[in-house]
Each structure stands twice: as structure tokens, then as C-alpha cells.
């Protein structure tokens, strides 16, 4: 595993920006070798598809051969609903770029038979590929995509419930009520992020703290799911300076003193 931090938000944004714009660039996808990203919803990757914007209008990224794979949906929430997965990555990232609409996915949370919706999702991925860089958040609870504490580390993609802290988290896209926040998600499963080749969390804010000195010094657990990365061959995260204030000081030292050496 690799630990990255910067400063602050700003930096980890323009850092991890750049680094996806270097991977697909380097991958050179074509119509018949497409590049399969998967991608997060939520405040953190906000910034991220700002650059990534930036950098397709400055013409040195081009997303016409890449396809994408939500990690997430709500469940009961219509695609057009202002706080729907599908509409956030619409409204802060595909409609400024020049991907093709056929080439998102991203799960239907109003879909009549879920169990059905999720196992075609599944098939999609593995017909397009499998994903080579999935771009992933972390919750307050350790959360991966919407694997919630107890989740099974080999769980593919399928309904979960969600928990306490992630209503709470999220109630401020629900008039701070937790009791609007959908019941449960539509969501890849951890076994689904690690067929990825490659995964790159990031991690802003004290109040993840908590959640990435459990993912990086404790061990791996079902009941901080992200932890899961410790058993990845290619795991990258990139965290902010805030949100290592709960890793030993020893922890942060070897990781900074690794990233020295590859410059
Ligand atoms: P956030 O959500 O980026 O809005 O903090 C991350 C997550 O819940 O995975």
C-alpha cells in the first residue's frame, strides 16, 4: 500500500487529477482497448473532477475512449431526483467532458428486480473488461463504496442497507435529516473494488481520521471495509495532512520518507 499526503485538500486533489489524467494517457485507450474507470460520488472527489475537468479543457486529457462504473446509487431514488448518484456525476463531471453516454454506467436504483440489476452490473464490468483504476471515498465508518460495517469482504454488488453514521453524514444532502436519507443503496461489493487492478482512495478531513488509522494500522476488518486495500496488490491512498492526525507519528514519517525516494 501506498500513503500520499499533502497538505490540504487542494494539493490531494490536483495530485490525484493528475495522476489518473498519467494513467489513461499512458494506457492510450482506443475504441477497441477502452480504459475502465470506476468512480466515487460524495464532497471528497468533488475537487478531483474539477481538475480532471481543467485538464480535458486545456485539451491534455481526452475521456472519449473511457468508460466508466459508478460505485453507487440510492435505492428508490429516479435518476433525475437532485440527489441522485446518477444526477451528481451528470451535474459535476460527465456533462463538462467528453465521454460518451453509452460508455457511463451506473446503477439503477429504481430498478423493479435490484438482486437482478446488480448481477448484470456485475457482467457489464467483466464485459468491458474489468476496471483498471477504481477511484474510490472513504466514509466516517470505514465505509468503501456503500459497504457498511459488517459487509462481507468477498460481497459483490447488491442492496445494503446503510448504517446510522452514513445517514447522519449524509442527512446534509437531506435537509439534516437523517430520516430522508434512502434506507439503503444499490453498491458494488468490497470482492468487486478488489478485482479492480488498481485502487486509489482518497481521504480529506479530521473527521475521517479515525476511519484511515483504522485502514492503515489496524488490521483487516469487516467492520472497516476499506481496510480491505491492505490485501491489494496496487492500493494507493491519498490523504490530506488532516486526516492523518490520527496515525502514530512514526506511521506518517515512513510513508512520507518512501514518497521522497520515488522523486
Ligand atoms: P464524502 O463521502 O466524500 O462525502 O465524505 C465519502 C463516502 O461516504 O464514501
Same mark, same amino acid.
Given at each position: ?5 499533502? !497538505? ?31 468512480? !466515487? ?7 478531483? +473532477? ?12 481526452? %475521456? ?23 444526477? %451528481?456525476?451528470?451535474?459535476?463531471? %460527465? ?16 430498478? =423493479?428486480?435490484? =438482486? ?11 464485459? =468491458? ?16 463504496? %456503500? ?34 436519507? !434512502? ?51 496496487? =492500493? ?26 520515488? +522523486?
Amino acid at each position: 500500500m501506498r500513503l500520499i499526503i499533502h !497538505p490540504d485538500y487542494t494539493g490531494v486533489c490536483r495530485w490525484v487529477a493528475c495522476y489518473i489524467a498519467g494513467r489513461i494517457t499512458r494506457f492510450a485507450p482506443t475504441a477497441a482497448k477502452p480504459f475502465v474507470l470506476g468512480l !466515487p460520488t460524495g464532497s471528497t472527489p468533488l475537487g478531483i +473532477y474539477h481538475e480532471l475537468i481543467s485538464l480535458y479543457r486545456e485539451g491534455s486529457l481526452s %475521456f472519449a475512449h473511457v468508460i466508466t462504473f459508478n460505485m453507487d446509487e440510492y435505492r428508490g431514488l429516479k435518476p433525475d431526483h437532485p440527489q441522485s448518484y446518477n444526477r %451528481f456525476m451528470w451535474e459535476n463531471f %460527465f456533462s463538462f467532458i467528453d465521454i460518451k453516454r453509452d460508455n457511463v454506467n451506473i446503477l439503477n436504483g429504481m430498478a =423493479a428486480d435490484p =438482486a437482478r440489476e446488480c448481477a448484470e452490473y456485475e457482467e457489464r464490468i467483466q464485459a =468491458a473488461g474489468g476496471i483498471e483504476l477504481f477511484l474510490g471515498g472513504i466514509g466516517v465508518d470505514g465505509h468503501i463504496a %456503500f459497504n457498511e460495517p459488517g459487509s462481507s469482504l468477498r460481497s459483490r454488488t447488491r442492496e445494503k442497507t446503510l448504517s446510522l453514521d452514513t445517514k447522519r453524514a449524509n442527512a446534509r444532502f437531506f435537509n439534516q435529516n437523517p430520516d430522508a436519507v !434512502p434506507a439503503s443503496a444499490l453498491t458494488v461489493g468490497v470482492g468487486t473494488i478488489m478485482d479492480a487492478r488498481e485502487v486509489l482512495l482518497v481521504v480529506s478531513g479530521y473527521n475521517k481520521a479515525r476511519a484511515l488509522q483504522a485502514v492503515v494500522e489496524g488490521g483487516v476488518s469487516q467492520m472497516w471495509t476499506a481496510s480491505c486495500l491492505q490485501l491489494h496488490e496496487r =492500493a494507493l491512498i491519498v490523504a490530506d495532512e488532516a486526516a492523518t492526525d490520527e496515525l502514530k507519528v512514526a506511521t506518517v514519517r515512513y510513508f512520507k520518507t518512501i514518497e521522497a525516494r520515488q +522523486y
